[in-house]
């Protein structure tokens, strides 16, 4: 993995203390919305962990796992933590509004011209090929999500488990939280108590 | 205001509560109330609209700006995105707010590691999901892997990695 974390892990160094300004979030969340086609965590991953190193991929995921069982998209309600830990709530307001201001402008503009386009063959190949790399990208992101908890057993337990229950079982996502967030919760303490 | 977008904002505000992992778990129900139930859009309607949001930039709580449009034009589209963060803003919020005060203590340790197994989970299931329905041939296998490789083994941004695909697709070679 070429993307691990830096040597110097930011870890110990409060978030608040990282020289984050609200002017970069902003900016950092308004390349975000405006770069993420068919699923936005690749380049959340990209924006923050490879290239600004606001966080390292421990942190990231850490931050992740609270945002998927909070409701709304994971992506807007990292940027609101993300917002919130550097700058109180007009932090969370700055982010957010960076993550949608352009999006849901484009989307409308879209919408308004969008008669008629789906019929071009050229943008169907555009799309079909743009969906493909999106699902490239997500499993490329998985892959580094998965790598620093390679030797951790209650993660490949676990992941088995979950695919099955969602891929395979086709459970909704509400039941599969229910069932399995207090396994996660509960493997990962038997785990620390017998490991340190 | 329009008597038809008020009822779909408070829908909206109660479903974005219910969504605990994106938009994909309530678009059946989403469906129910805006097709099914009421007739606000036609099933051709909703459908174009989704894949209009999957191919737009930005997080898929579009789709939910795009309905809004729909019904009510730009303010619609608008007051629907903002009714649908909302709940995310304060829960999402109150969460950060504690975040710096909890951090060192065990039951936040252990909630936020205990659950990284569940998401790396998660993510796989999506990961999988997606691929079984984007990489239907080999052309579009081929995009997916020269994508995977190219993200973890170089530092090209997602966005040059997915135009790259767009432009082969474009030219009818995918």
């Known amino acids: 993995m070429t993307h691990a974390a830096p040597a110097a892990a930011p870890r110990a160094v409060p978030l608040t203390e990282r020289g984050i300004t609200l002017g970069a979030m902003f900016r950092c969340f308004l390349v975000i919305g405006v770069t993420g086609f068919g699923g936005v965590l690749p380049v959340v991953v990209h924006e923050i962990v490879t290239r600004r190193r606001w966080l390292d991929t421990e942190e990231f995921t850490e931050i992740l796992a609270i945002c998927q069982v909070l409701p709304g998209p994971n992506i ?5 933590v993300m917002g919130m830990r550097v700058g109180g709530w007009p932090g969370a307001i700055t ?5 949608l201001i352009l999006p849901v402008a484009i989307a409308l503009m879209l919408g308004a ?18 969906a493909a790399a999106a699902a490239g990208l997500v499993c490329a992101i998985t892959a580094r999500l998965f790598w620093p908890q390679r030797r951790n057993p209650v993660v490949a337990v676990l992941g088995v488990a979950v695919i099955a229950a969602v891929a395979w079982a086709r459970l909704p996502l509400v039941v599969v939280i229910a069932v399995f967030a207090p396994l996660s919760i509960g493997l990962t303490l038997w785990r620390m108590r017998h490991h340190g | 205001m329009d008597e038809n977008l008020l009822s779909l904002l408070g829908h909206l505000i109660v479903q974005s509560l219910l969504a605990i992992g994106g938009i994909y778990v309530i678009l059946a129900e989403l469906q129910r109330v ?4 009421n007739g606000w859009l036609t099933l051709e309607d909703f459908t174009s609209l989704f894949a209009l949001a999957q191919a737009s930039p930005g997080p898929n709580t579009l789709f939910v700006s795009l309905i809004g449009w729909r019904m009510a034009g730009v303010t619609g589209g608008i007051l629907a995105t903002l009714v649908f963060v909302l709940p995310s803003l304060i829960l999402a919020g109150a969460v950060a707010r504690g975040w710096n005060r909890w951090s060192e203590r065990r039951w936040f340790v252990v909630l936020r590691r205990g659950l990284v197994p569940l998401t790396i989970g998660l993510m796989a299931s999506s990961a999988l999901l997606l691929t079984l329905a984007a990489a239907t041939g080999v052309p579009t296998f081929a995009i997916a892997a020269a994508s995977f490789t190219l993200l973890l083994a170089t530092r090209a941004p997602p966005f040059a990695i997915l135009a790259g695909a767009g432009a082969l697709g474009a030219f009818g070679l995918v």
């Not at chain 1, 982010?95 to 993550?99: D, F, H, K, Q, V």
């Not at chain 2, 805006?34 to 139930?37: A, L, Q």
């Open chain 1, 76 to 80: 807007v309600n990292i940027s609101i």
């Open chain 1, 95 to 99: 982010a957010l509004s960076g993550l």
């Open chain 1, 113 to 130: 011209l969008y008669t008629g386009f789906a019929e071009v063959p050229a943008v169907q190949g555009a799309v079909r090929a743009i």
């Open chain 2, 34 to 37: 805006v097709v099914v139930e």
